[in-house]
């Protein structure tokens, strides 16, 4: 059976009913699936109920209503099969949409995975999207939402594009002109809405001397270079609406800046994906930019508003959604400050801060990431944040940059290592990993994963992973 063959039983299946419970994930890939899902449903005729979840566990199970209706788990569900089965749900009444890790139960439910399939570099939203086309061919419009969901899970990241069936997904949406790749664009965030100097400081991967967070050094570097920055009414361009030539200009003067200073020029380029159908300087511009508005949703509590927009609500919605992003950033800088005035405790391989219940847990990955392209990149940042729900546990937030990676530093294996010792749990990706841990053992926690990360280089040094 391949993943097309288990879409199409999935489909089936869920077609077969009359009510149907969608239960996802509050971030972007959750969102998209979830989206994707009920819309597909909607148009075949099925009206869906849609929970969402931040993650699937005994506390959060009560919010799956206790009903007749079909229950479909996207983004989740595959990993706490043990938890369905103990609430009692049987093998008829479930469909799974996930890419996470399966862990067996007692109960085989009716599951679409792409890491069943050896396809490690596909999010929950392209998975969802193979169901609906399956349900309908003319669903082929919903891969913008796959595409989305792919790359808001950093399904991009590491290959400067999307690989696999998640990247024949925006290809079939390119031939069906609802999405443009561009390959070998610039590969920074803000490409649509960003005046170009600005997009550029904030770019840290790959990081150039003298633009990276520097706004007054990116602008005196576009100046030199002789191109039209502003348009004639004063306001400032973005990438996306340079001219070809321009383009050129600035990408190859930027690969010049960075091979002066002995750096590889290959992560300056990635593969983008934009939608020609949306207003142009907007966020619902491009792949990225879309993902980090349904996160600011997600994060802020209000998916249902990233699910109206993703379904097409571009007016009460989007309206909405455009303040929680402003909020959203705004909390995100002060965050940055409250790093950065405070300063960090650096201990041999990490710097880390505790920012106690000053900022809410769902965004402190995203500040600590910022706050390392200030501080020492060489050595991995380490935030840590009080649970709202719960003090007696902390949130862990790790980042590192991609030249760390390449000296075998691998953040999701220090974390789960050190927080299984303390009973927490942990996981991410190598760049950027996350764990829980009991508060009363921050202190030997933060020690720990100093020792691993020691051991990591050690290791990569003497030449074998
Ligand atoms: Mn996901």
Redesign the pocket.
Known sequence: MSLCDDARSAAREVLSHDEVTIVS?I?A??IA?EAILSEALSRAGIRPRSVYVRQLEPMTMRQVPQDDTFKVFC?LGAGQQNLLVERGLREDEVLIV???VSQPAERSYLQVNCLHHGFSKM???GVAYLVAREMDPGNVDLSRLAVV?NV??MMAREDCGLVGPAREIALEGAAAGCIEVISRDLNCYGTSTRPLHVCLAYNDDPYIAGITNNVNGALRFLQKLGIELQTPDKRWRVWEELLPEDKRLVTSSLVQQLISCGERADRLFSESYLFPGEVARTPLRNAQEFATLLNACGRWTRPSVASAICRGDRGPAFREAEHMLNNHRAVIRELLEYILDTGVEELSHLQWIHVGNRYPDTIVGIGAGMALSRLNMDKPILVMVEQPEDPCLTKVSMRTTERAVGRGIDLQQALTTASAEVGGAGGGHRIAAGAFIPKESEEYFVKRVNQIIAGQLCAEGQGHR
Do not use: K, L, N, Y
């Open positions: 994930h971030d890939d959750g699936s983004d996930d890419h996470h999010s929950a939203a969901g808001g899970d």
